[in-house]
């Protein structure tokens, strides 16, 4: 079994001090919130899907560390979702 955190529970953290802190937290991997509903700004999910050394980059961070990328998330209510201006704002990151 492996341990691992969200981004969104170190929202308050620069990208490298979020990586830092997991690695010295002894977790072996970080699961991004990217988009919708989240604070953190940790990712730049729109600039990943559009380059390949974005996210080469990204992987070498975390391979620096020792660390996993375990997954990217999007939270949001699937039951009633919503096009409002907090969605619309998050989905311009």
């Not at 991997?29 to 990943?48: D, I, P, Q, R, Y």
Request: charged share 25%; aromatic share 6%.
């Amino acid at each position: 079994m492996k341990i691992g955190i969200v981004t969104d529970s170190l929202v308050h953290l620069s990208f490298d001090a979020m990586v830092d802190t997991a690695a010295a937290m002894g977790v072996q991997g970080v699961e991004f919130n990217s988009c919708n509903w989240t604070s953190a700004t940790h990712m730049n999910l729109k600039e990943l899907v559009k380059s390949a050394p974005a996210r080469d980059a990204l992987a070498a961070e975390f391979a620096t560390r020792t660390r996993e990328l375990f997954a990217s998330k999007a939270h949001g209510n699937q039951r009633l979702p919503t096009r409002g201006k907090r969605q619309e704002a998050s989905d311009k990151r």
